[in-house]
């Protein structure tokens, strides 16, 4: 029996665009140099990661917990309210649900913002759980996080599957051994040819798959 672990930011949900923005419109809100490699920085950091970078590396004096709260305030009405689903998704996931492929999300966001657009778009039927890089204490660049959501997901290499749209998760998941799968996004459409280059299959859309 297949299983699937899905990403949910940029591959599931169209949630990128808000994100893109969120640290460089903190950082002038409060009086700070934003660096021009700052989204390149970020993309592949959890938002505890990034307040502790906008600390340590660019000068801000808000504790930890300021920065995420406000990060959390810039983007949770989105989750709770717009962000839709990447075009054909649902189609894909009924499928496999009705195939009987064992599916979960494993995400560097945080349950609580995340969960309100699982529900709003009626997406948790189809898991078997929400895992979140926080929870293992792990992170996407590298393997060890995989290895856990398939694990708990009852799946081995040979039969388990990754659904990513950033370079950096796609490579950490290919450095365990997994098979790939990166969904086109066009926040890390600059990426591309290198996230082809590591991914067993590049989609632009779910409808290919169908």
């Avoid at 490699?37 to 590396?57: C, D, M, P, W």
């Avoid at 305030?73 to 998704?89: G, H, M, Q, S, W």
């Avoid at 998760?169 to 459409?189: H, M, S």
Wanted: charged share 25%; aromatic share 12%.
């Amino acid at each position: 029996m297949k299983r699937i672990i899905f990403d949910l930011d940029g591959t599931l949900i169209d949630s990128m665009p808000i994100w893109k923005d969120t640290g460089r419109n903190f950082l002038l809100k409060h009086g700070f140099a934003v660096p021009e490699n700052l989204h390149s920085v970020v993309k592949a950091q959890t938002i505890g990661q990034t307040a502790e970078y906008f600390r340590s590396h660019l000068g801000v004096t808000h504790s930890q917990e300021e920065i995420i709260q406000e990060i959390i305030y810039y983007v949770e009405d989105a989750y709770k309210n717009t962000i839709p689903l990447k075009p054909y998704a649902r189609d894909f996931l009924d499928r496999e649900l009705a195939n009987g492929t064992k599916m979960c999300v494993l995400t560097a966001s945080e349950a609580s913002y995340i969960r309100p657009a699982l529900e709003r778009l009626d997406l948790l039927k189809y898991f078997q759980f929400i895992l979140t890089c926080s929870e293992t204490g792990h992170f996407k660049s590298e393997p060890d996080v995989f290895r856990i959501a398939m694990e708990k997901l009852g799946g081995s290499l040979e039969n388990t599957i990754v659904f990513e749209d950033a370079l950096y998760a796609v490579q950490g998941a290919k450095k365990g051994g997994f098979t790939v799968y990166a969904i086109a996004d066009p926040v890390t459409e600059a990426d591309s040819s290198e996230i082809c280059s590591y991914a067993d299959k590049y989609i632009k859309s779910y409808k290919e798959l169908l």
